[in-house]
């Protein structure tokens, strides 16, 4: 009995320090998140985001979100870098119908997939053509399939050239304007300086594609023509998937190692780290590159691609959307943290920190925004060689075939012709 007594009274007391505990907390979530002193009715969401956050800017906009916002919670669901890799964690939530995901992150290469699949909600009477007039015209676009808005742009993305001015001075060179010439300016300094020529991200991977469509493009190929017939074998088309590995085999500008390397910050860490010469990336680089633990701070700048001789420069298109989920209990809700989002405040502070670019056009004359990032001058220049990947709703399965027959041929496996002539048959067969 008397054991039996003191259970009871540990019991007790346990219950009593628990209950002090839960009564002095409020049951709410500390205030370190930014999702504290929130109303009881609060609406969680769920935001998808990249798990890379440069300068830690997202994380930042969504504390203060939460702090401005009584009535909503923000919380992220972070994604892989590697786009391909986060194209299927998405569709995976999407298509099981999952309440865990009510704002999706969607490559600007995905809206007709996820339009087509019924996995978004139109957005045409929230995202107005008025509203729609404040964005940049090639990236609302791009969030555009049969006739209806599915998302908001976001963060205006380009794949150009990044290179080491201090170098280049040194040795007394231009920015090339040709592959030819770029690869000749490579191989000198490389081996004067003991560094790369070129860090690239050509694994497997959707990234595999962004590089492949700039010499693509640059030799004048294409993956269909005007009329949707499949040229991915073209002489062009083979003339510069050859000269890719050529860079790797014959050239030797570019470490066998890029063919295992999937995302952009595994050719943009070595290039930081003052190891290359030339990287071509996103525009996230700069502000990564301006840090003060930088070993090239000071030292890079921005141009377009190279072309080949007779063709033209080709710099990849990206951007990243946010779009509705059609599963979401709480789409009202979720639209208030996409316009909050994506708002010239909130795109300015990120902009001004060092996050990612955003879409507002009236960021890109804004003299805060010119003077903390002044390479946008550049880059803005840069969209004039702008290079588009296809648009197909089928796109994400013409990707992933694409890329294992483009990097069948530079890891040697097949040749550049072999490569796209098995690449060819198989999109003649997608529908």
Same mark, same amino acid.
């Given at each position: 009995?008397?054991?039996?007594?003191?259970?009871?009274?540990?019991?007790?007391?346990?219950?009593?320090?628990?209950?002090?505990?839960?009564?002095?907390?409020?049951?709410?979530?500390?205030?370190?998140?930014?999702?504290?002193?929130?109303?009881?009715?609060?609406?969680?969401?769920?935001?998808?985001?990249?798990?890379?956050?440069?300068?830690?800017?997202?994380?930042?906009?969504?504390?203060?979100?939460?702090?401005?916002?009584?009535?909503?919670?923000?919380?992220?669901?972070?994604?892989?870098?590697?786009?391909?890799?986060?194209?299927?964690?998405?569709?995976?939530?999407?298509?099981?119908?999952?309440?865990?995901?009510?704002?999706?992150?969607?490559?600007?290469?995905?809206?007709?997939?996820?339009?087509?699949?019924?996995?978004?909600?139109?957005?045409?009477?929230?995202?107005?053509?008025?509203?729609?007039?404040?964005?940049?015209?090639?990236?609302?676009?791009?969030?555009?399939?049969?006739?209806?808005?599915?998302?908001?742009?976001?963060?205006?993305?380009?794949?150009?050239?990044?290179?080491?001015?201090?170098?280049?001075?040194?040795?007394?060179?231009?920015?090339?304007?040709?592959?030819?010439?770029?690869?000749?300016?490579?191989?000198?300094?490389?081996?004067?300086?003991?560094?790369?020529?070129?860090?690239?991200?050509?694994?497997?991977?959707?990234?595999?594609?962004?590089?492949?469509?700039?010499?693509?493009?640059?030799?004048?190929?294409?993956?269909?023509?005007?009329?949707?017939?499949?040229?991915?074998?073209?002489?062009?088309?083979?003339?510069?998937?050859?000269?890719?590995?050529?860079?790797?085999?014959?050239?030797?500008?570019?470490?066998?190692?890029?063919?295992?390397?999937?995302?952009?910050?595994?050719?943009?860490?070595?290039?930081?780290?003052?190891?290359?010469?030339?990287?071509?990336?996103?525009?996230?680089?700069?502000?990564?590159?301006?840090?003060?633990?930088?070993?090239?701070?000071?030292?890079?700048? +921005?141009?377009?691609? #190279?072309?080949?001789?007779?063709? *033209? @420069?080709?710099?990849? $298109? &990206? %951007?990243?959307?946010?779009?509705?989920?059609?599963?979401?209990?709480?789409?009202?809700?979720?639209?208030? +943290?996409?316009?909050? #989002?994506?708002?010239?405040?909130? *795109? @300015?502070?990120?902009? $001004? &920190? %060092?996050?990612?670019?955003?879409?507002?056009?009236?960021?890109?004359?804004?003299?805060?925004?010119?003077?903390?990032?002044?390479?946008?001058?550049?880059?803005?220049?840069?969209?004039?060689?702008?290079?588009?990947?296809?648009?197909?709703?089928?796109?994400?399965?013409?990707?992933?075939?694409?890329?294992?027959?483009?990097?069948?041929?530079?890891?040697?496996?097949?040749?550049?012709?072999?490569?796209?002539?098995?690449?060819?048959?198989?999109?003649?067969?997608?529908?």
């Amino acid at each position: 009995m008397a054991k039996t007594l003191k259970r009871l009274s540990i019991f007790m007391l346990l219950f009593s320090l628990l209950l002090v505990s839960a009564c002095s907390n409020g049951g709410e979530k500390s205030s370190g998140d930014g999702n504290a002193a929130k109303d009881e009715n609060s609406v969680t969401i769920r935001m998808a985001v990249f798990e890379n956050d440069p300068n830690g800017m997202m994380e930042k906009a969504r504390q203060k979100f939460n702090e401005e916002n009584d009535d909503i919670t923000l919380e992220f669901t972070p994604m892989s870098n590697d786009a391909s890799q986060m194209h299927d964690q998405t569709v995976t939530q999407l298509s099981a119908g999952s309440e865990n995901l009510d704002i999706v992150n969607m490559d600007v290469v995905w809206t007709a997939e996820f339009a087509e699949s019924g996995w978004l909600l139109p957005l045409d009477d929230r995202f107005t053509k008025d509203l729609q007039s404040n964005y940049i015209a090639r990236q609302v676009d791009s969030v555009k399939y049969n006739d209806k808005t599915w998302a908001v742009p976001w963060f205006n993305d380009l794949h150009p050239l990044w290179y080491r001015t201090d170098l280049l001075e040194k040795y007394k060179k231009e920015v090339p304007e040709t592959y030819e010439e770029a690869v000749e300016v490579a191989q000198e300094i490389s081996e004067k300086e003991g560094i790369q020529g070129f860090t690239m991200h050509w694994g497997r991977s959707e990234q595999l594609i962004v590089s492949f469509t700039e010499f693509l493009h640059a030799k004048g190929g294409d993956f269909f023509d005007k009329d949707g017939n499949v040229t991915i074998n073209s002489p062009e088309a083979v003339e510069a998937l050859q000269f890719m590995v050529d860079m790797i085999d014959k050239y030797e500008v570019v470490s066998s190692s890029a063919i295992g390397h999937s995302t952009p910050e595994d050719s943009r860490i070595p290039f930081t780290q003052g190891q290359a010469l030339f990287n071509p990336n996103w525009g996230y680089v700069y502000s990564i590159n301006q840090a003060d633990d930088s070993a090239v701070k000071d030292k890079t700048w +921005v141009a377009s691609n #190279f072309m080949f001789e007779g063709g *033209q @420069k080709a710099n990849s $298109v &990206g %951007g990243w959307n946010f779009a509705i989920s059609s599963s979401s209990k709480h789409p009202d809700e979720a639209w208030k +943290v996409i316009e909050w #989002f994506t708002s010239f405040d909130n *795109q @300015k502070e990120m902009l $001004v &920190g %060092g996050g990612y670019a955003g879409t507002q056009l009236a960021l890109y004359e804004d003299a805060d925004v010119i003077e903390a990032a002044p390479y946008l001058e550049e880059y803005t220049k840069a969209f004039e060689d702008a290079s588009v990947r296809p648009s197909h709703p089928q796109y994400s399965k013409m990707s992933d075939i694409a890329q294992s027959s483009i990097h069948q041929a530079l890891s040697g496996e097949l040749t550049p012709k072999e490569a796209l002539d098995e690449l060819a048959k198989k999109l003649e067969k997608i529908e």
